[in-house]
Each structure stands twice: as C-alpha cells, then as structure tokens.
C-alpha cells in the first residue's frame, strides 16, 4: 500500500517547539519532492515549505521562514519539519505531500497525502 503517515502534533505554548515526522510506505522517497502544507479552521490549505529531491533545494513560506527547516531521511523513508518558536497563527493540521522531482505549490500536482497532523499552539 503506497502511503504516508504523518506524526508528532501536539499543543504547545507560544514559542515552544515541535518535529513533524512522515514516513513513506510502499514507494522510495528519493525520487521525489516532498512537501508540508498546513490548513488552519476556515481557511485553505497552504503550502509551508518544500525540499526536492536531486539538489535538494529548499522553499518555505515567508510565514515560516527562519523558524521551520524541512528534511529528508531518503535512507530511513522519512522526512521532517522542525518547528520553532512557534506562534499561535501556526496552528492547523499539517499535511506531508510527495510529488516527482520538483516542488510545486500547486496542492493537485501532488501524487501522495498524509491524513494531517494537528498542531496547536496556545497563546
């Protein structure tokens, strides 16, 4: 069964940090660009960072950037999202994505879905 399997939410207070982890089943992730997305309660989902495979270039959202740094075990099948100093606005299921090759903000251009991890962060 070709799947990913997100983990490692939890509630935190403001400035606190957490480490999303995902773990690819049936497929090698080392082909592909692997992403996090985040959806807040009422809002879209929205593209948090990405690292591709290959040259392994990064991208993060500028909400984000400074704070999360993105990772990938190609050997272990996992990748992960480090979080820190965490703000309230961070809160929302977070989801891991996998595409081939090149990132893409694009959420339908994805092949693989994690079922979302939840990431509350209180004030």
């Known amino acids: 069964q070709l799947q990913l399997v997100g983990s490692g939410g939890g509630l935190v207070p403001s400035g606190g940090t957490l480490r999303l982890t995902c773990k690819a089943s049936?497929?090698?992730?080392?082909?592909?660009?692997i992403a996090w997305f985040r959806q807040a309660p009422g809002k879209e989902r929205e593209g948090v960072s990405c690292?591709?495979?290959?040259?392994?270039?990064?991208v993060y959202a500028n909400a984000v950037k400074g704070r999360f740094t993105i990772s990938r075990d190609n050997a272990k099948n996992l990748m992960y999202l480090q979080m820190n100093r965490l703000k309230p606005e961070d809160t929302a299921y977070y989801y891991c994505?996998?595409?081939?090759?090149?990132?893409?903000?694009?959420?339908?251009?994805?092949?693989?879905w994690g079922q979302g991890t939840l990431v509350t962060v209180s004030s």
């Open positions: 994505a996998a595409r081939l090759t090149y990132c893409s903000e694009i959420t339908e251009t994805y092949d693989y």
């Open positions: 049936g497929f090698a992730l080392d082909s592909y660009a």
């Open positions: 690292i591709s495979s290959g040259d392994l270039t990064t």
